[in-house]
């Protein structure tokens, strides 16, 4: 919700996570999913998560590409929230092609300079697609600020689950290690010479790591 194609809501509090995740709830209940594998990337992959830990029944397994369970203080969260309360606030007065700009220009896409220029042209027009009021109101709803912390909840999914982060990504190698370490049924692949968006910058090598995964975890 509030990225792409999907509904953007006024209403911050719609973009909620347990909101959002009562969608997919309700999405695998038209579909008649009893049970699948969930994947997810970034904040998805922070979404996914608060699934996996809420309903473990309804998966089989966890694939978190370059994600994290939130931060762990309550201190830490009141401080990301006003941060992102700013953006969120600034998206909205300035508009999309400004928020695009400082977007790319993050240390976090370093890595995506080694992309196609055909790849990273279609990745900007994709950008450029999104609403204000959606990647505002995803912000308040949704963002690491406003989710509330999983790392206790880690040590009690038993759910299979796989992180991926690329090497060059070292904040989120070093937040997947610690992920890993208490996780019962986790374990962490690091995928060479890519950044935060393994799928998109290493796609073969994502590729192999999610069926290998899949294949051989029961």
């Not at 040590?155 to 890993?180: C, H, Y």
């Not at 010479?193 to 051989?216: I, S």
Request: some cysteine.
């Amino acid at each position: 919700m509030g990225h792409g194609r999907s509904d953007s809501p006024q209403n911050p509090n719609r973009y909620a996570m347990p909101q959002i995740a009562a969608d997919i709830i309700a999405l695998l209940d038209g579909w008649q999913i009893d049970r699948t594998a969930l994947l997810g990337y970034s904040m998805g992959g922070r979404l996914a998560l608060y699934l996996a830990c809420h309903y473990p029944n309804l998966f089989t397994h966890l694939i978190l590409e370059s994600s994290s369970p939130g931060l762990a203080t309550e201190a830490e969260r009141v401080v990301r929230q006003q941060r992102d309360e700013a953006l969120a606030d600034w998206i909205e007065d300035k508009g999309i092609e400004p928020f695009v700009a400082r977007w790319e220009a993050l240390p976090l896409w370093d890595s995506q300079k080694q992309l196609p220029d055909a790849v990273r042209q279609q990745l900007h027009q994709q950008r450029l697609q999104n609403k204000p009021i959606g990647l505002a109101n995803s912000l308040r709803g949704m963002g690491t600020g406003a989710q509330p912390s999983l790392w206790n909840q880690l040590p009690r999914l038993q759910l299979p689950t796989l992180l991926l982060a690329g090497e060059r990504d070292s904040k989120f190698v070093a937040i997947n290690q610690q992920m890993a370490a208490k996780l019962p049924n986790g374990r962490l692949q690091i995928i060479p010479n890519a950044g935060h968006t393994v799928h998109l910058e290493r796609p073969k090598q994502f590729q192999a790591a999610v069926n290998q995964f899949l294949n051989t975890v029961a």
